[in-house]
């Protein structure tokens, strides 16, 4: 019963910016992690950044300083803000959302449907 769904890929210039939104929704009774993944072709999936309830973070040492994960608790939403692309960042990205449905129950991990972002003059 819940849904993750992503907008904001594109494509993009060497250099430029793309925002990228998540939102979840359905039977949720607490988040605790939302996270960004993403797979460019013939690699594996990686992880981008990650962002707890607490707002504690977390980014690859490839993105770092460049790329900013923001979440609106109200909104279920996370957010991942990406400067100074550069065409290694071409990929698709997937946002992530562990999440428990009630109290005391297990946390599961629901995944959006993908985004494509290329860097590319």
């Known amino acids: 019963q819940v849904q993750v769904v992503e907008s904001g890929g594109g494509l993009v210039q060497p250099g430029g910016s793309l925002r990228l939104s998540c939102a979840a929704s359905?039977?949720?009774?607490?988040?605790?992690?939302m996270g960004w993944y993403r797979q460019a072709p013939g690699k594996q999936r990686e992880l981008v950044a990650r962002?707890?309830?607490?707002?504690?973070?977390n980014y690859a040492d490839s993105v770092k300083g460049r790329f900013t994960i923001s979440r609106d608790n109200a909104k279920n939403t996370v957010y991942l803000q990406m400067n100074s692309m550069k065409p290694e960042d071409t990929a698709v990205y997937y946002c992530n959302v562990d999440l428990q449905m009630a109290p005391y129950n297990p946390t599961f991990r629901y995944w959006g449907q993908g985004t494509q972002v290329t860097v590319s003059s």
């Open positions: 962002a707890t309830s607490d707002d504690s973070t």
């Open positions: 359905g039977s949720i009774f607490s988040i605790n992690v």
